[in-house]
Structures are given as C-alpha cells and as structure tokens.
C-alpha cells in the first residue's frame, strides 16, 4: 500500500501582518495548498497582493474554498442567501477551488445577524433544511461540498449530537466533514469529555480536511470557557490530539492552519515556527 500525502497549508488572511509572517513560508515552498474564505472578500478592498496569490493557488489546483456567511441552517430561504449563491457563482467564474465548505448551524436569520454561527437541535425539520441548503450550495459550486464543525455547544445534547448530525446532512450529497481540531478540544475542555470519545461519533471516514488553531478563554458564570477565536498560538493539546486524527481519518487529505491577520502582528516568527511544528507532525 502506497503512503498517503497529506498537504499542509494556510487559511489566507488579507491583512498585511498576515502576508508578512507569510511570504518567507510561501517562497521556500514549505506551503501545500491554500483555504480562502471568499466571502469574507466579497465588496470589500482586498490588498493587491492577494488576487494574484489566490489565482496562483487556483491554477495548481491546491486552492480550497471555505464560507463563513451561507448560514446553512438558517429556516426559510431569504434574499440574503440567494444573494450569497448568486455571489458566489461569480467568485467561481473567477477561481477554480478543489472543495466549497461552509459551517454547521447558523449565522444570522430574519432580523438578527451575528458572526460565530449557532448550533441548532437535531430533528426531521433542521435536517431537511440543511439537506436542502447543501444541494442548493452543492448545484451552485459544482465540486465537492462539505462542512465543518462548531466549538460551541449550547449544551451537553448538542455538543453529543453534532457529529450524527453532520453525517446525516452530508451523506445527502456525499459531502465532506471539515474537522476542526481546535473546536473538537473546546468542546473537550467545556463540557470534560474524552476526545476520543467524542470523536467517535463524527464521520470519520468523510473527513478531507482538518483545521488547527488557536483561540481563548473567557469565564462563563463562573468557570472557563474555551471559545474558538483563531486570536492565539495552537494549544499544544491541539497537536497531541492531531496524530490521533490523522490516524483515524483514511481520507484527510489537507491540514490548515487558521490565524487571524489582525492577531499577528509581531508574531511572525511565532506562527512561521508553528507551521513548520504542524508540518512535522503531519510528516
């Protein structure tokens, strides 16, 4: 049996602290592929270095799309998502990506908009919603499309039933799980789990990428609480947990290292010294 190649690569980030502690990785060849969150682009004014790399990344065929805005589980079909696939059929007039990925749950509704997307409960209903979502986005995209998992929980339930309830939207269009390794660890530490465990009840066997960051604690009533906020260095937890991961997944095929550009100034070294961390343990 042949040995698998796992890529390594880097959530892109627009910001020029970001394309500082980027470049010396890029031009030594030590970055694999590239995930770009598209919409987070779309009408704003992006730097004039980005097109040309993001196009590059498209060419070689290593460039992976991931959104952040679709709102998959959101009830109803409003404008706005309309929009969204509307914009996002221009984004792939323009790039060719390898897989679209958006996020489990949901960001905004009627009358209500917030960022960090939302679990919803797992029932009949949610389900064909979110089927519904991803074979509008899968029609829209023409590639694989997949999901990645949330951090955050509003309970012990939900944290239990994110994983069969991923499976069960995904298998709908035969899409792929993006697991998130750093999500997985904050559900670990909030609600004192064993990750195994907890990673058992994910579809393992459909995961194509992993993500690795970092984030930070904030204190709930009383106790801490381990939120994903892509604003800090990689627990070394996380690493530990990502040999496991890679073990257990047959398919993974990408490991992304997510940072925010705002969080990295005069971090270079620090997040240049990290990926190459994260490509020997993928190696």
Not at 6 to 12: A, C, F, H, R, T
Not at 19 to 25: E, F, H, T
Not at 186 to 215: I, K, M, T, W
Request: proline share 6%; net charge negative; hydrophobic share 40%.
């Amino acid at each position: 049996m042949s040995e698998r190649h796992i890529g390594v690569g880097l959530s892109v980030m627009p910001e020029p602290a970001w394309r500082d502690a980027a470049v010396p990785l890029l031009s030594d060849g030590q970055v694999d592929l590239l995930e770009w969150s598209f919409d987070t682009g779309w009408g704003r004014d992006l730097p004039a270095w980005l097109d040309p790399l993001l196009d590059f990344a498209s060419e070689n065929g290593v460039l992976w799309g991931h959104g952040v805005s679709y709102s998959l589980l959101t009830a109803g079909f409003p404008e706005r998502q309309e929009a969204w696939l509307d914009n996002l059929r221009r984004e792939l007039d323009r790039r060719s990506y390898v897989g679209i990925s958006e996020h489990f749950g949901f960001c905004h509704a009627e009358g209500f908009r917030r960022a960090p997307p939302l679990p919803v409960p797992w029932c009949e209903a949610t389900v064909r919603i979110g089927q519904q979502r991803l074979a509008r986005l899968a029609e829209v995209a023409g590639v694989p499309v997949g999901l990645e998992n949330l951090a955050f929980a509003f309970g012990r339930r939900d944290m239990l039933d994110q994983g069969p309830f991923l499976d069960e939207l995904l298998s709908a269009v035969d899409g792929y799980l993006v697991l998130d390794v750093h999500n997985l660890w904050c559900q670990v530490q909030n609600f004192g789990v064993e990750a195994g465990s907890l990673l058992s009840r994910y579809p393992l066997d459909r995961v194509r990428v992993a993500h690795v960051s970092g984030g930070s604690w904030s204190i709930a009533g009383s106790s801490p609480w381990r939120r994903d906020t892509h604003d800090g260095p990689v627990p070394d937890e996380v690493f530990a947990l990502l040999p496991t991961v890679i073990n257990i997944c047959p398919s993974l095929e990408a490991v992304v290292l997510e940072r925010l550009g705002t969080s990295l100034e005069g971090q270079g070294q620090a997040f240049r010294d990290e990926f190459l961390r994260l490509r020997q343990v993928v190696g």
